[in-house]
Nanobody, 124 residues
Framework: QLEESGGELVQTGGSLRLSCVASGPGLPLSSYIIGWFRQAPGKELEFVAGISRNGGRTYYANSVKGRFTISRSDAESTVYLHMNTLKPDDTAAYYC?????????????????WGPGTQVTVSS
């Protein structure tokens, strides 16, 4: 199972760190590619960032490149999304997802397990 945390209300320009924790039976988190997605009200699910199994490769949506950083700590079974210089357009429910694919994809259907999400709200 995956579970996100760290979402909250923050002002424009602020920072947040989201966490995605793996728990329960199954393969360790290090066995999976992890992606972060977000969905704003009335909009489609959007890829935000992804990280390879060993953390050596990271991928970002153009809208967050330079502001967000994805990282992983397999010892903690946690993947983080560090978000800086937040904008009102970043307001959304954020989800982490695990994939058994060989490469990071930005397509939600390539991810097998999803967390319930955490809400990020950026006030103007």
């Amino acid at each position: 199972q995956l579970e996100e945390s760290g979402g909250e209300l923050v002002q424009t320009g602020g920072s947040l760190r989201l966490s995605c924790v793996a728990s329960g039976p199954g393969l360790p988190l290090s066995s999976y590619i992890i992606g972060w997605f977000r969905q704003a009200p009335g909009k489609e699910l959007e890829f935000v960032a992804g990280i390879s199994r060993n953390g050596g490769r990271t991928y970002y949506a153009n809208s967050v490149k330079g502001r967000f950083t994805i990282s992983r700590s397999d010892a903690e079974s946690t993947v983080y999304l560090h978000m800086n210089t937040l904008k009102p357009d970043d307001t959304a429910a954020y989800y982490c997802a695990a994939s058994t694919q060989g490469l990071v994809h930005d397509t939600p259907s390539t991810y097998d397990w999803w967390g319930p999400g955490t809400q990020v709200t950026v006030s103007s």
